[in-house]
């Protein structure tokens, strides 16, 4: 049971590249979300899922483009990589429960020049 | 708008020492309050949540609804307790988390 994986762990782009950042799960939870860290900041959620087929938008969507066609992908598309979307990046998902706690993935660390 | 406000960025304390994290909220309706922590080197993972009720690694968190407070203490802080603490909240029926920016703790020794 590895949990929440996220590829890559280090990723640097230039601007107007495009990428995916994956997140996959292997304990069958309905909700995942993508959420990103910034200094003094905090985590803000990008797009959330509440199951296969179902996507959302979160606090600060722009830029970001989500699918969920499998329970356990939620990958996150940077459509054209720009300098204020360096970050990291985390993924976390939960199980239908009400109030279940989210478990995160170690996160992937973005850097656009 | 939902807010979740963590006033200290920095906080250092003495190993043996109390220690209070503090934690506001500003929520319509009754949201349910959570902590998270990040050790280093580790992903981010919950410490305890308010309906639980629970005590974790001697942390406790009491929901104060007239102040709009979640902080969370510990009688007595150990080194291993340095970590990077998020206060959190949801708006009851969704999952969806709205985080503060995050309280670093550092124990000295």
């Not at chain 1, 049971?1 to 997140?23: E, R």
């Not at chain 2, 979740?4 to 503090?22: D, H, I, Y």
């Not at chain 2, 506001?24 to 305890?48: A, H, I, K, M, T």
Request: with cysteine.
């Amino acid at each position: 049971n590895a949990g929440v994986t996220q590829t890559p762990k280090f990723q640097v782009l230039k601007t107007g590249q495009s990428m995916t950042l994956q997140c996959a799960q292997d304990m069958n939870h309905e909700y995942m979300s993508w959420y990103r860290q910034d200094p003094g900041m905090g985590l803000r959620l990008i797009h959330y899922s509440v199951g296969a087929g179902i996507t959302d938008q979160g606090e600060v969507p722009n830029g970001y483009n989500v699918s969920r066609s499998t329970t356990e992908d939620f990958p996150l598309r940077l459509l054209s990589a720009a300098p204020s979307q360096t970050s990291v990046y985390f993924c976390a998902s939960s199980s239908s429960g009400y109030n279940s706690p989210l478990h995160f993935g170690n996160g992937t660390r973005l850097t656009v020049t | 708008a939902q807010r979740v406000t963590q006033p200290e960025k920095l906080l250092s304390v003495f190993k043996g020492a109390p220690v209070e994290l503090k934690c506001n909220y500003s929520y319509s309706g009754s949201p349910e309050l959570f902590w998270y922590v990040q050790y280093s080197r580790q992903r981010l993972q919950l410490l305890l949540r308010h309906i639980s009720r629970e005590s974790i690694k001697g942390f406790t968190a009491d929901l104060n609804k007239g102040e709009t407070s979640f902080h969370l203490k510990k009688p007595f802080a150990q080194e291993e307790d340095s970590a990077m603490y998020y206060c959190a909240a949801n708006s009851g029926s969704a999952r969806q988390l709205t985080f503060g920016s995050g309280t670093q703790l550092t124990v000295l020794p």
